[in-house]
C-alpha cells in the first residue's frame, strides 16, 4: 500500500482547515472539500442545508456510509452598541474564555471585516478581577459608531470565527481552529483516495458524507440519513485527549495522543459491528483505544443510528487536544492509523450483511 498521508494530501488538509465553515456557512468549505474527492468518487449529490455525499460504486442495494462533519463553532453578531462595540451570540460551543484579545473575521456581504475581542488592560482591573464571559466581551473592528460599524457591512446575524492557521507543530502534530472536525472530513476523503489508487472493488454503495450543522444537534446527519436510508455506517470525529494537565481521566476516561484511534462502547453503537472494527485492527496491528459513554455518544453516530428504522452504527475518534480552542492538537500517526483502520474495516464488511443480535 502506497503512503497513507501524503504531500499533496497534507497540503489540502493545510488549505481545507485554514478556510472558515462555521455552522450554518458551511458552503465554501464545502466546495474544496467536494473538489478534493471528486478523482475518488463515482457520482456525488449536496442537499438544500449544504452536506455532501461522494457516492463510490452506486446503484447497489447495501448502503454504507462513512462520515464526518465539516462545521466549526464560530459566533453571531447579536448586538452593537452606539458606540461601535458588538456583542455576540455563540453558534456552536465556541469558549468566551478563550476570547479576549484574538482576532476575528467577521464575514459580510461586503466581504471579511476584521475585528478583536477587546479586553481591559491588567492595570483596570487590579480593583476588580472580572472573568470573560458572554456578559462581558465584545468585538471592536475600530469604529467609533453602530453606523460606522453597519457601513462596514457588518449587521446582527453575520458570523464571526477566529483567526488562527494550521499549524505542524514537532514534526508530527497538526495544530489550528477546526480540526473538531475537518481533520474527519480529510480522513474520509483520503479512505476515498486509497479505496481509488488500489483499485478496490466494494460489493455495496458507499457513501462518503461530509455533514453540516454538527455543532448544533447532528441536524446534517438527520437530514442526510434519512436522504440515504443507509444499512450501515461508520462515522469519525474527534475525543478528548485526557492526558493534559487539568483534566480529570475519572470523568473523562484515559485516552492519550499517540496511542491510536479510540472506540466508543455505548447503547447507540452496534456491539457486532465494533466487534468487526476491533478485530480488524488487531489483524492490521493498527493500534486503538476504548471509551464509554453512559447515553449518546454526542456525535453523528446517533443520528445515524436513531435514524429510519436503526441503522447499525460505530464511532471511530481521533484524540485530540484542547477542544473547542485556536490551538486544537492531533497527532499524525493517529491520523493516520484512524484512516487505515475506516479503510481496512471496509474491506471486510460483506454484502446485505446482517448484525442483528438475534436472527
Not at 468487526?276 to 476504548?290: E, L
Not at 447515553?295 to 475518534?317: C, H, K, M, Q, W
Amino acid at each position: 500500500m502506497k503512503k497513507i498521508i501524503t504531500v499533496k494530501s497534507e497540503k489540502f488538509l493545510e488549505k481545507y482547515l485554514n478556510n472558515s465553515s462555521p455552522t450554518g456557512f458551511e458552503s465554501e468549505g464545502q466546495k474544496l472539500w467536494l473538489e478534493y474527492i471528486k478523482p475518488y468518487v463515482d457520482d456525488y449529490f449536496t442537499d438544500n442545508y449544504g452536506s455532501v455525499a461522494g457516492i463510490i460504486n452506486p446503484g447497489k442495494d447495501y448502503r454504507v456510509v462513512i462520515e464526518a462533519h465539516a462545521d466549526e463553532i464560530s459566533w453571531f453578531v447579536h448586538y452593537i452598541t452606539k458606540d461601535g462595540f458588538i456583542y455576540l451570540k455563540r453558534n456552536g460551543g465556541s469558549d468566551h474564555m478563550i476570547a479576549p484579545s484574538k482576532r476575528v473575521n467577521i464575514y459580510t456581504d461586503k466581504g471579511i471585516v476584521k475585528a478583536v475581542f477587546g479586553w481591559p488592560a491588567i492595570h483596570t482591573r487590579q480593583q476588580k478581577e472580572e472573568t470573560p464571559s458572554m456578559k462581558n466581551i465584545s468585538l471592536d473592528c475600530g469604529c467609533a459608531s453602530k453606523k460606522e460599524v453597519e457601513d462596514l457591512g457588518v449587521h446582527v446575524g453575520c458570523v464571526a470565527t477566529f483567526e488562527d492557521e494550521f499549524m505542524l507543530l514537532n514534526k508530527n502534530k497538526y495544530v489550528g481552529r477546526a480540526l473538531d472536525n475537518r481533520v474527519g472530513g480529510f480522513m474520509i476523503a483520503e479512505v476515498a483516495r486509497m479505496l481509488k489508487e488500489e483499485k478496490i472493488t466494494l460489493p455495496f454503495t458507499l457513501y462518503v458524507v461530509n455533514a453540516v450543522q454538527e455543532e448544533i444537534g447532528l441536524r446534517g446527519a438527520e437530514m442526510i440519513a434519512h436522504r440515504i436510508k443507509p444499512h450501515l455506517a461508520l462515522v469519525t470525529d474527534v475525543c478528548h485527549d485526557t492526558s493534559t494537565p487539568m483534566v480529570d481521566k475519572i470523568e473523562n476516561g484515559d485516552q492519550k495522543s499517540g496511542d491510536g484511534p479510540v472506540l466508543t462502547y455505548g447503547p447507540a453503537v452496534q456491539t457486532n459491528f465494533l466487534k468487526q472494527i476491533i478485530s480488524v485492527a488487531q489483524k492490521n496491528k493498527i493500534p486503538f483505544q476504548r471509551a464509554a459513554v453512559s447515553r449518546s455518544t454526542g456525535t453523528d453516530t446517533d443520528a445515524f443510528a436513531y435514524s429510519n428504522e436503526g441503522v447499525p452504527s460505530a464511532l471511530i475518534s481521533l484524540p485530540l487536544r484542547y477542544m473547542h480552542t485556536t490551538v486544537e492538537m492531533v497527532q499524525k500517526e493517529d491520523v493516520e492509523n484512524c484512516i487505515r483502520l475506516i479503510y481496512e474495516t471496509l474491506k471486510t464488511i460483506q454484502d446485505g450483511q446482517d448484525f442483528r443480535y438475534i436472527k
